[in-house]
Structures are given as structure tokens and as C-alpha cells.
């Protein structure tokens, strides 16, 4: 059973103190719960899909007593794991019932 649904996030540069605003189309896999997050793409241009990156696969993780989202491939977590996930976190949590 598959489940797809999209979100917006935000992706920070640090060094340059701005962000970029993203969204993406996400398809949740349940047999062994993890995400791919696909057409990922610049929220400012809705006119067609410019992909700002390539489609990205995570999963939520416990690691050392915490819930992390890290890539499927590598099992770590990055600034951008992160972001998605807290994402769908908030996604699947308003859409709860």
C-alpha cells in the first residue's frame, strides 16, 4: 500500500544567511515505513518542475534514544534528511485521524 502526498520546506544556506523555498512529492512505502521524496522543485516556480534535487529516499531511524530521519542509502542523517523528514513529520501529523 502506497501512500503520496506533497510538501514545502525550507533548505538553508548557512554561510550565506538564506534559504531556499522547496516542495516535493512524497510516496510513503509501509512495508518497512520509508520515503521517497521526488520532483523536488523551487516553490517559485510553479510553471514546471525544475528539479533542485534528485530524488531523495528516507527513513525515520532511533538512534542513541532519539528519532532521526536519515538517507536509505548511507543510514545517516544530513541537514536535508533532516528538513524532509520533519516535513513529513508535520504532514502526517495534520493529517492524523
Do not use: C
Not at 36 to 51: H, K, L
Request: glycine share 6%.
Amino acid at each position: 500500500m502506497k501512500q503520496s502526498f506533497s510538501i514545502q520546506f525550507k533548505y538553508p544556506f548557512k554561510e550565506k544567511n538564506i534559504s531556499i523555498e522547496l516542495k516535493g512529492d512524497v510516496t510513503a512505502h509501509h512495508s518497512d515505513p520509508w520515503f521517497t521524496v521526488s520532483n523536488i522543485r523551487f516553490t517559485n516556480r510553479p510553471e514546471g518542475p525544475y528539479d533542485a534535487f534528485p530524488e531523495i529516499r528516507v527513513q525515520q531511524r532511533e538512534w542513541q534514544g532519539e528519532k532521526v530521519w536519515v538517507h536509505m542509502d548511507t543510514q545517516k542523517e544530513s541537514e536535508l534528511s533532516h528538513i524532509i523528514g520533519q516535513a513529513i513529520d508535520d504532514h502526517l501529523l495534520r493529517n492524523a485521524g
